[in-house]
């Protein structure tokens, strides 16, 4: 069946296209349109199925009634879980989701925004972000648009967010590693490295160290790019795993890169982990059935998702659309669990 265009409504008012421009633009009282006709026209709207664009939606009703969700990757399990949750609270409410990948793109993801807020008119934004500064944000602010961060943060900036401990999570993991035997530990992390999330990953990592008496090695941090994962992880495990270093273990600091890892190291023809421990941080369900099955911090993520939402929902809820960008209310932090497998002995 042919879509309704602008013109069928036209024709089935008997007025003009530019007349229902103006009602579907909320612009019928400033051209002196009457009452009845602007009736006539979003009821034939209506009946028709015409589907008038989110920016003429939102002029009308104040809504779009459409949320964006911009993560890094979302066939990456981790985001494709708190998507999940993040759709099914926006169905209960009446909304659409719109959901987009950035690649850890800094340009994609600055697009992305720009698309979304200004384009989709959505009513709020809910972004994993890639980017090095807040002025994305800082502009989102000033445009009353609802946001919040997920997973990372800005360092000075007190922008709304829902994150988990990831310093105490890594800490929690490495002093597992430690109790194991291991002291020379090899860390793997992603590139953009100054990311919230990895930053404070690593820090948890020294953290453990420290505590324990054991000095840091700024050489056995190593870090690979989006990219190029699957390269650039077998040349660093290769590195960490030089009989020189004497690595007995590898912390991976997300779910692909600890999946990758476990690939190298198997091709290397070495035995996990009688040979080199493996764990990382971000449990996702295949872990439980790698072999061998590998020790992860695990992530509760339904409960990020839906806390995710609801504090956009609150933000979006606000007279002004937005609260001080300096309110601790309105940034949760939620705890992690060490999950005890087979990859450290």
């Not at 026209?41 to 009308?60: C, D, I, Q, S, Y």
């Not at 194991?180 to 100054?194: Q, R």
């Not at 453990?208 to 989006?226: H, Q, T």
Request: proline share 3%.
């Amino acid at each position: 069946m042919k879509k309704s265009s602008l013109e069928d409504v036209a024709k089935a008012v008997g007025v003009s296209k530019t007349l229902v421009s103006m009602v579907l633009n909320g612009k019928a009282g400033q051209y002196g349109i009457s009452k009845k006709t602007e009736e006539r026209v979003w009821k034939a709207v209506e009946e028709m199925g015409f589907k008038p664009n989110a920016t003429a939606r939102k002029l009308r009703t104040g809504k779009s009634n459409v949320l964006g969700l911009i993560v890094a990757d979302i066939s990456n399990p981790f985001y494709a879980k708190i998507a999940r949750s993040v759709e099914d609270a926006a169905q209960k409410k009446g909304y659409h989701l719109l959901i987009c990948s950035s690649d850890e793109d800094a340009k994609r993801e600055a697009d992305l925004i720009s698309i979304l807020a200004d384009q989709h008119q959505v009513d709020g934004l809910i972004v994993s972000s890639t980017l090095e500064d807040a002025t994305m944000f800082d502009r989102l602010y000033k445009q009353n648009i609802p946001f919040l961060l997920l997973d990372r943060e800005f360092a000075n900036e007190m922008f709304p967010s829902v994150t988990v401990d990831n310093r105490k999570g890594a800490e929690i993991l490495i002093q597992h590693l430690i109790d194991k035997g291991s002291n020379d530990i090899g860390l793997i992390s992603l590139s953009p490295s100054h990311l919230s999330s990895l930053k404070n990953r690593v820090n948890g990592y020294r953290d453990a160290l420290e505590k324990n008496g054991i000095s840091f090695k700024d050489e056995l941090i190593r870090e690979v790019s989006f990219a190029s994962l699957r390269e650039d992880i077998s040349k660093e495990v290769e590195f960490l795993l030089d009989k020189s270093r004497q690595v007995k273990a590898i912390f991976a600091l997300n779910n692909i890169v600890a999946l990758y890892t476990l690939e190298a190291i198997h091709q290397k023809g070495l035995r996990i982990p009688e040979d080199v421990a493996l764990v990382s941080f971000d449990d996702i369900e295949l872990f439980k059935f790698t072999s061998p099955p590998i020790t992860a911090i695990s992530q509760p993520l339904e409960k990020i998702g839906e806390h995710a939402m609801e504090v956009l929902f609150t933000l979006m809820g606000n007279k002004d659309n937005q609260v001080p960008n300096n309110s601790a209310d309105h940034r949760v932090v939620l705890p992690v669990d060490l999950m005890v497998r087979r990859s450290c002995g």
